[in-house]
T-cell receptor, first 110, second 117 residues
Framework: DAKTTQPTSMDCAEGRAANLPCNHSTISGNEYVYWYRQIHSQGPQYIIHGLKNNETNEMASLIITEDRKSSTLILPHATLRDTAVYYCIVRDSGTYKYIFGTGTRLKVLA | KAGVTQTPRYLIKTRGQQVTLSCSPISGHRSVSWYQQTPGQGLQFLFEYFSETQRNKGNFPGRFSGRQFSNSRSEMNVSTLELGDSALYLC????????????????FGNGTRLTVT
């Protein structure tokens, strides 16, 4: 079973920040949080990952709470091309499997 | 650097046939994993290979098999196809083996869409 829970869907106005939450309350101390997104008919695209510190790259920022039980992916200025399903994943430290949940369907509105 | 390449992009097969899908990982990546994606079940892990050895396996029947070659390229095979095998099959590669402390992310190809009629 997936180790994360995410809202099923979210809307965001173009140009505004999109904040996508993820709960991972059973995360272990050495397990990373990964974010991917999937645009229809394409493979999932890697966005960012982190362990406990906040991370930023050219695509997004990842904020992880101090207790590591939840995180938020931030797309600072959402565009129509950011419309996709966003997956938050914790890789199981025992089996090393990436277990995908159902993700959040983000719709960026013009 | 070229991304993960999967061939063919689309495939139509008949029930009972078998199919082989191919995946070329990103240059330098030695770990390859396969996923099945369907509207009802989402993304499900099939198996993972590193250095030509299967390191991890998901909960799929024995009709699903795979292998990895010395150049890290991988193939997966599905025998005795069923209608329920219609799906998008995704291959992903990563730099590090399973269990590595480096936690390199997966990089996915765009998949092979298999339709079984």
């Amino acid at each position: 079973d997936a180790k994360t829970t995410q809202p099923t869907s979210m809307d965001c106005a173009e140009g505004r920040a999109a904040n996508l939450p993820c709960n991972h309350s059973t995360i272990s101390g050495n397990e990373y949080v990964y974010w991917y997104r999937q645009i229809h008919s394409q493979g999932p695209q890697y966005i960012i990952h982190g362990l406990k510190n906040n991370e930023t790259n050219e695509m997004a920022s990842l904020i992880i709470t101090e207790d590591r039980k939840s995180s938020t992916l931030i797309l600072p200025h959402a565009t129509l091309r950011d419309t996709a399903v966003y997956y938050c994943i914790v890789r199981d430290s025992g089996t090393y499997k990436y277990i995908f949940g159902t993700g959040t369907r983000l719709k960026v509105l013009a | 650097k070229a991304g993960v390449t999967q061939t063919p992009r689309y495939l139509i097969k008949t029930r009972g046939q078998q199919v082989t899908l191919s995946c070329s990982p990103i240059s330098g990546h030695r770990s390859v994993s396969w996923y099945q994606q369907t509207p009802g079940q989402g993304l499900q892990f099939l198996f993972e290979y590193f250095s030509e050895t299967q390191r991890n396996k998901g909960n799929f029947p024995g009709r699903f098999s795979g292998r990895q070659f010395s150049n890290s390229r991988s193939e997966m095979n599905v025998s005795t196809l069923e209608l329920g095998d219609s799906a998008l099959y995704l291959c992903a590669s990563s730099l590090e083996p399973p269990g590595s402390s480096y936690n390199s992310p997966l990089h996915f190809g765009n998949g092979t869409r298999l339709t079984v009629t």
